[in-house]
Each structure stands twice: as structure tokens, then as C-alpha cells.
């Protein structure tokens, strides 16, 4: 089962770059990598998912090096919106079970 | 609109109550999920259906029952409730099972079910 571990909690202000990097030491072969928003009462929402190298869509960037043992989601030029807890998470093939990372709460200041 | 939704949103009860928490989805999903969330945020599994068919079964009080009478609605029914079990509950549904090999299919969640007990 891949574990996950990423910071507690980063500060930014609006308009600055963002980057949360989350380690997976233990990553399979088979498994992608998924980073999912989580704002005040409501539930988790798909940002991004990768395998290797970069994928970027509208809302952010995910850089996976070719170790693939850890990876980066990059939020450019954050707003006020983009409070939220952010999880990193490792599909496990082999037993069907996903391991959310505790989340990285990310507090953008005016 | 097209979402993952569960009722109600808020539940409060006294401890050794029975209560359920109802979840549908309306995407087409083959496989539906029952998420704990408790106070320091962490996510945990505890039930998968896929296709109406239990996958996985994590560590958790035989109190917790699901039960999927169609593969578009996957209900929780918690008995003797404790204080213990006083958590935000979150609904999902992706559609192939998470962690598949090849690709891992995004899940969506419902609000939560935030419940209470007193």
C-alpha cells in the first residue's frame, strides 16, 4: 500500500505560485498519481492525474520526476478561492484501496 | 445536474441509535465508495461496491452496514451508535475501481454527511 506524505500546512498570498510536494516512496509500477481539493463542507474534487513527467490542465501543474518517488503540484497564481486542503493520492492496484496523504492545508492571503 | 448526492447533511442522534445515510449517483458509475473523515481530515475507506458486489471491506465495526440495492446507490447503515463514530461521512462513485491497473478513474464525492453523537 503506498503511502503518502505532504506538508501540513503552506501560506501564500494571491497572485504568487504555489507548489506542494508530495512523497510516495513506495509507488508501484501501475499506479498513477491524483491530487484532489477539498474546500469547507464540501467533498474532495479531481484537480490533476499523472503517471510520469508533467500534465498540466486549466487549474494546475503536476511534475512527476522519473523516479517517480515523489511528485509537485504547481496552483499558478493563487487566489483567495484557493483555499483548501490539498491530497496527494497513490491508486494501489493490488488491493483496490486508495490512500489519501493527511492533506495539505493551503491559505492564500489577500 | 449530474453529482454524487447524500442525505442528509447533517445528522445528529443520541448514542445506541440506528440511523442510515443515503447516497446516489447520477454519473454512470460502475463502483460506489464510503469514505470516513474525521476531525484532523484524514480520509479512510471503509466500503466499495462494484456493480452491486462488496470489494472492499476495511477494518471497521460490524455496527457499519452498506447495502447497494442498484449500482447507483450505495446506502450506510451505522447501528448502536457511539461517540466514537462522530465524523463527517463521504459518499463516491468512480467508474472503473480505484486503483485498477492501467488507469486509476477519478472519484466524486458527494457533500458529506456530517454526523453527531451525543
Known amino acids: 500500500l503506498a503511502k503518502t506524505t505532504q506538508p501540513i500546512s503552506m501560506d501564500s498570498y494571491e497572485g504568487q505560485e504555489v507548489n506542494i510536494t508530495c512523497s510516495h516512496n513506495?509507488?508501484?509500477?501501475?499506479?498513477?498519481i491524483t491530487w484532489y481539493q477539498q474546500f469547507p463542507s464540501q467533498g474532495p474534487r479531481f484537480i490533476i492525474q499523472?503517471?510520469?513527467t508533467k500534465v498540466t490542465n486549466e487549474v494546475a501543474s503536476l511534475f512527476i520526476p522519473a523516479d517517480r518517488k515523489s511528485s509537485t503540484l504547481s496552483l499558478p497564481r493563487v487566489s483567495l478561492s484557493d483555499t483548501a486542503v490539498y491530497y496527494c493520492?497513490?491508486?494501489?492496484?493490488?488491493?483496490?484501496?486508495?490512500?489519501f496523504g493527511a492533506g495539505t492545508t493551503v491559505t492564500v492571503r489577500a | 445536474d449530474t453529482a454524487v448526492s447524500q442525505t442528509p447533511k447533517y445528522l445528529v442522534t443520541q448514542m445506541g441509535n440506528d440511523k442510515s445515510i443515503k447516497c446516489e449517483q447520477n454519473?454512470?458509475?460502475?463502483?460506489m465508495y464510503w469514505y470516513k473523515q474525521d476531525s484532523k481530515k484524514f480520509l479512510k475507506i471503509m466500503f466499495s461496491?462494484?456493480?452491486?458486489?462488496?470489494?472492499i471491506n476495511e477494518t471497521v465495526p460490524n455496527r457499519f452496514s452498506p447495502k447497494s440495492p442498484d449500482k447507483a446507490h450505495l446506502n450506510l447503515h451505522i447501528n448502536s451508535l457511539e461517540l466514537g463514530d462522530s465524523a463527517v461521512y463521504f459518499c463516491?462513485?468512480?467508474?472503473?475501481?480505484?486503483?485498477?491497473?492501467?488507469?486509476?478513474?477519478?472519484?466524486?464525492f458527494g457533500n458529506g454527511t456530517r454526523l453527531t453523537v451525543t
Open positions: 463516491a462513485s468512480s467508474q472503473d475501481p480505484a486503483g485498477r491497473s492501467s488507469y486509476n478513474s477519478p472519484l466524486h
Open positions: 513506495n509507488i508501484a509500477t501501475n499506479d498513477y
Open positions: 499523472g503517471y510520469k
Open positions: 493520492l497513490v491508486g494501489d492496484t493490488g488491493n483496490y484501496k486508495l490512500s
Open positions: 454519473l454512470g458509475h460502475d463502483t
Open positions: 461496491y462494484n456493480n452491486k458486489e462488496l470489494i
